[in-house]
């Protein structure tokens, strides 16, 4: 099995900065792509993409948060982080990690991470 871990999120005032961090473990033979989520409380709204890392190290941001957030991997530890600056009210979400891995002797699929909960609020 891989399992996935988020931790850093917290309350923090607008215009502060946390860092998220994302692990996963487990009996993994290979990993792709790690990605950041997020979703924001109420109905209707929907996880969108915060930032994606291959493993090459190609990087894509969402556009609500380029310029203010910066994702990086270890691709030795298979562990991502996420340094989240500048922080505003409307980024308030739980943070979720995927990661694309392959289990030993098995198949290549999507992990996700029970989620960090990020309030950003004065």
């Known amino acids: 099995q891989v399992h996935v871990v988020e931790s850093g999120g917290g309350l923090v005032q607008p215009g502060k900065s946390l860092r998220l961090s994302c692990a996963a473990s487990?009996?993994?033979?290979?990993?792709?792509?790690m990605e950041w989520y997020r979703q924001a409380p109420g109905p209707g709204n929907l996880r969108e993409l915060v930032?994606?890392?291959?493993?090459?190290?190609?990087?894509n941001y969402g556009a609500s948060v380029k310029g203010r957030f910066t994702i990086s991997r270890d691709n030795a530890k298979n562990t991502m982080m996420l340094q989240m600056n500048s922080l505003q009210p409307e980024d308030t979400a739980v943070y979720c990690c995927r990661a694309e891995a392959k289990e030993v002797g098995g198949t290549w699929g999507g992990y996700w991470g029970q989620g960090t909960q990020v309030t950003v609020s004065s």
């Open positions: 930032a994606g890392n291959t493993r090459g190290g190609s990087t």
């Open positions: 487990g009996s993994i033979e290979a990993m792709s792509a």
